[in-house]
């Protein structure tokens, strides 16, 4: 079967840094992505990476390593507003995407 | 630049009445269309996706129904709803063809049904 996994809850503090961890097993790749989604609201798109390596777009990149089902993303610089979930979605060879289930940040003062 | 709207925003409905919630899309053609359905702790089940006016296909079978009597509308029905039918409802556009496909979300509908 086809599975995301990404960790339930992470806490951080404001002015720090997290890496939320995605893992995934898909029938094919055409993409991973990353859409932050505050409570109540609906996913806003962050990032996409089909090839190995870093994106970085102001405070927040994203990392893929295609041989070994994994991703990252990274925030720097926490702000109070970066509270919300945090959803790793991949397009498998079939090009529908799986969601895993989110990651439910919460920054601290 | 283009928009998504969908509506009713807030829905409490009893078991066995009907539901139609609807979307539009604005400032774009041809778009492909979907309804997922979110539920707590889980990942967003995609319910229904077109490609065009007309033409639907559906991921898992359920009591739900899709829609598109227009380019730009996408409408999810249901005749009579269930108690598993709570939950929060999202339409996503994206364009056809393109290389990332990122998804442009409505604002969502919640669903309650008593």
């Known amino acids: 079967g086809q599975n995301i996994d990404q960790p339930t809850e992470m806490t951080a503090t404001e002015g720090a840094i997290v890496q939320i961890n995605c893992t995934y097993q898909t029938s094919g790749f055409n993409g991973l992505f990353w859409y932050q989604q505050h409570a109540g609201e609906a996913p806003t798109f962050l990032s996409y990476n089909v090839l190995d390596g870093l994106e970085e777009k102001g405070r927040f990149s994203s990392f893929l390593s295609r041989s070994k089902g994994y991703s990252y993303l990274l925030l720097k610089e926490l702000q109070m507003k970066d509270s919300a979930s945090y959803l790793c979605?991949?397009?498998?060879?079939?090009?529908?995407?799986?969601w895993g289930a989110g990651t439910k940040l919460i920054i601290k003062p | 630049s283009q928009t998504i709207h969908q509506w009713p925003a807030t829905l409490v409905q009893p078991v066995g009445s009907p539901l139609s919630l609807e979307c539009t899309v604005e400032g774009t053609s041809n778009p492909n269309l979907y309804w997922y359905r979110q539920a707590a702790g889980r990942g967003l089940q995609l319910l229904f996706y077109s490609v065009g006016i007309g033409q639907i296909s559906s991921e898992v079978p359920q009591n739900l129904s899709a829609s598109r009597p227009q380019d730009r509308q996408f409408i999810l029905s249901s005749k009579k709803l269930l108690l598993s039918d709570s939950g929060f409802y999202l339409c996503?556009?994206?364009?056809?063809?393109?290389?990332?496909?990122?998804?442009?979300f409505g604002e969502g509908s919640r669903l309650t049904v008593l």
């Open positions: 996503a556009w994206s364009l056809p063809d393109t290389h990332t496909g990122e998804l442009f």
């Open positions: 979605a991949v397009r498998d060879s079939n090009y529908q995407l799986i």
